[in-house]
């Protein structure tokens, strides 16, 4: 079995409760059954012996658990670094003087168009574009970093310039650009949606030519961004444990170096790969154990294992293809990746 990697970096999915009904939400429409407080005290107190990874609040709407203010400050007790994933829509100036007093390092609230018309579509609540515009400046305002979130797919993918200028104007200090995986609603839109192999190629050309510049720039559920660096002969870039609050090491990170656990404790190896590594104990224990020893993260954990173009690759150490995608086309998340535009030479 292999020793896993440290692990850096946990999606919490907080709460399924959600004020938007976005057409992509991988979480889809069920809700309900949250961890109680004290299973997310012993969940936090567990991955705090673990190495302390970065816990990301994320949801359904995270703002939407009446707890997170008590949760952060707990979790920043422990060492723990965290961050907020939000719509944005809540944030009132009251709501950021909590946000920031809770200690989070960064806030990413998601935009998923360049103007109001697009997001608002897309987030299924029209004004939710101004709600988040205005939630982005009350977090600047009360002093915590911000990032901007992006799904990128056929609606916006021709707008990238613009949701930069947009996420530097708002005093964004990273843009992270989340490709589409049709996964829970997105599942139906993947058709219309989803990016073809050629334009995920012209969307992470677009990340390698920006790199270096004011704002970082992260390409997530992307991890053939890592190809294309190495074909460009650019070096990866690499972040420290106490730097940015991301951790970009190699292409697909899920249970290699990410775990997500979902809101009634279920874990997964990312958001997006609905295929269980465990659950948690009733009080809340267990992270450590199944990051240790589920088989499906160990699987996950193997090149060896990849499967067709993926299984071929040269590039399959750096890369690994999107197993959530690899699933959500064929049922198989050891098989190729669907939209990569590279052929292995055999
Ligand atoms: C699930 S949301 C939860 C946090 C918060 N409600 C928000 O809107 O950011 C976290 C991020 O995942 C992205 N996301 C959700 N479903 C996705 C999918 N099927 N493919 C790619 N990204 C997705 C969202 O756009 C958002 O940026």
Redesign the pocket.
Known sequence: MHEPRPLRLVFWETTRQ?N?R?L????GRRSGGDLTGPQVDVLLGELAAMGRPIVIF?????LLRPDWPEAARRAGDLGLPTAL???GTLIDAPTAARIAQAGFRRV???L?GADAATHDAFRGLPGSFSLALSGCGRVREAGVDLQI???IAAHNAGRLDALYDLARSLGATALHL?????????AAIGPSHQLSPEQYETMLHWVCDRRGGPLQLKAT?APHLFRVLAQRGDTPPAHGRGGALHAETRGCLAGVSVIFVSHRGEVFPC??LPVPAGRLDADGGGIRRIWRDSPLLAELRDVGRLKGACGRCRYKQTCGGCRARAYAATGDYLAAEPQCAYVPQT
């Open positions: 959600c938007l976005c992509h939400c991988r979480g994320s949801g359904g709407e995270p994933a939000t719509n990413a609230v998601s998923d979130n992006c799904t989340f490709a589409l995986v049709p996964v829970g609603c997105g559920c958001g997006y």
